[in-house]
């Protein structure tokens, strides 16, 4: 496959490549409008995502209801191999790359990582058309829902973009997540890039559930807004059809 990308690389062709090498999702944005002035230079994201497998023991039952995980070390380690792999392409093809990781590490002492906030993957996700901001701010994909880890790489390569990006939320009358978090910080509100990337959740009351959790599994997640959601349940059965409420 690297021959048949040594001529011209089109973004079909790197979709392709990246598919065969384990991304489940591959979309390409103009993200110029979104950029800091210190990235402006990179204006293509190209958006990876690798779908999270069945919840099995990231699910656990505790006396107070279900706790789920969606931290998949795996699936975040396959996802720098996917953007290394972008990278060493781009870059012996002379293009300039930046590649914002799965789990952005806010600990991680390179200089280079101080750039990683400035850029969200929801920000090249949307614009690449694989997925909106649903009403649990989580990125929301039609066929996965959010089950999915997402990465980024920022490129100046010329590859065709998205025509059709999104630019509000999809989730309708749905409001399973609204009513399934257990504090309440999820609000019934759609979301638009009009208003930015802020989604519309109380992340202080999300905080404090994730905080009481720890104390009983010894992790501060929750994740009860990702396995409520509709979108994409039928993927992870292996069958077919929309149950989504309109
Ligand atoms: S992670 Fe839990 S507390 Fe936070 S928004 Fe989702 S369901 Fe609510
Ligand atoms: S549960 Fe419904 S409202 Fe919440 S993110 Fe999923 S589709 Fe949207």
């Known amino acids: ?81 996917l953007q290394k792999r972008l990278v060493g392409l781009l870059k012996s093809r002379g293009y ?5 990781p799965p789990d952005s590490d806010k600990h991680d002492p390179r200089f280079v990582a101080r750039l990683y906030p400035l850029f969200p993957h929801k920000t090249a996700a949307t614009c690449a058309g694989l997925g909106w901001i649903g009403k649990n701010g989580l990125l929301v994909s039609e066929k996965y829902g959010p089950r999915l880890s997402w990465a980024t790489v920022l490129t100046n390569a010329p590859l065709e973009v998205c025509a059709s990006p999104y630019t509000s939320g999809r989730c309708g009358k749905c409001r399973r997540c609204v009513e399934a978090c257990p504090s309440g910080a999820i609000a019934d509100v759609e979301w638009s890039r009009a208003e930015g990337l802020v989604p519309h959740i109380d992340a202080a009351a999300c905080r404090r559930q994730m905080e009481k959790n720890a104390g009983l599994v010894g992790e501060d997640v929750c994740g009860i807004c990702i396995l409520a959601c509709p979108r994409g349940a039928a993927a992870l059965k292996g069958v077919t059809g929309n149950r989504w409420p309109r």
């Open 1 to 81: 496959m690297e021959n048949a990308l040594a001529i011209t690389p089109s973004a079909f062709e790197i979709e392709q490549y990246l598919l065969q090498h384990g991304a489940t999702l591959v979309g390409f944005g103009d993200v110029s409008e979104g950029l800091a002035g210190e990235l402006q230079h990179m204006p293509v994201a190209v958006s990876l995502a690798i779908k999270h497998p069945p919840p099995g023991k990231n699910l656990v039952h505790t006396t107070r209801g279900a706790v789920y995980s969606n931290r998949y070390q795996q699936i975040d380690l396959l996802l720098e191999q």
């Open 96 to 100: 300039r790359c930046l590649a914002i």
